[in-house]
């Protein structure tokens, strides 16, 4: 059993919102037919649980300071970083270092089924992929931004974030042992790389490789 981190006050409210949107997936759950009812319990009552331990974790990484390359809290977390930290830290499994390689884990998810959990990818640096952050529900999700910011939670709707959306990969529950990396895994097509008169997007902060 992992041990939670401290939460900042900042996410005390979030945390709230968490739990509620897990709850109303889980009464989602019970309203199925009885006779898929048991089925469809069993095979993701290991998954929501896994998923809200994801998302809660998180939470306790606000205000960490951002550090390119950064592999822990104490000594500052990039956008890949932080995930895979998070992900080490509640399921002893160790993801790739890249956004770009996470990017070939998992499912391919839209954003309409964007689950507590999922792994969310965007283009802030001129090529698909270049930064992830882990979605928390309600049109949120939580990553660490740039040089000199902080985790934090913020929403996917907000215009930046709609444009550079590329697409989302849930891990948990999707392969077996929670996320075991295919062989033959392809990175997901982009669901939006915005793009100039010239065909190169630069519209993006200067964000370090992550």
């Known amino acids: 059993m992992f041990a939670l981190p401290r ?8 945390v709230v919102l968490v739990l509620s949107i897990l709850a109303g997936g889980a009464r989602a759950e019970e309203s199925a037919p009885d006779s898929d009812r048991f089925n469809l319990r069993t095979a993701t009552e290991k998954a929501w649980s896994s998923a809200q331990d994801i ?6 990484m606000i205000g960490v300071n951002y550090k390119w390359g950064g592999n822990n809290p104490d000594g500052g977390l990039d956008c890949s970083g932080l995930v895979r930290y998070v992900f080490q830290q509640v399921t002893g499994v160790t993801l790739p270092r890249t956004s770009r390689e ?7 998810i839209a954003m309409k089924d964007l689950m507590p959990g999922d792994l969310v990818f965007f283009n802030t640096r001129r090529f698909a992929y270049s930064h992830v952050g882990i979605y928390l529900g309600d049109n949120r ?22 444009k ?10 999707a392969l077996p042992g929670l996320m075991i990396p295919s062989a033959n895994a392809t990175p997901m097509e982009p669901a939006e790389v915005p793009k100039t008169e010239s065909g190169v997007n630069t519209t993006e902060p200067a964000t370090p490789p992550q």
Request: zero cysteines.
């Open 55 to 60: 998302a809660i974790y998180a939470l306790g």
């Open 102 to 108: 996470m990017g070939r884990m998992g499912e391919k």
């Open 141 to 162: 999700f939580i990553h660490a931004p740039n040089r000199g910011s902080e985790v934090e939670i913020v929403p996917i709707t907000d215009a930046y974030w709609r």
């Open 7 to 14: 939460f900042p006050r900042a996410a005390s409210a979030a």
């Open 164 to 173: 550079h959306f590329n697409g989302a990969r849930r891990l948990v529950g």
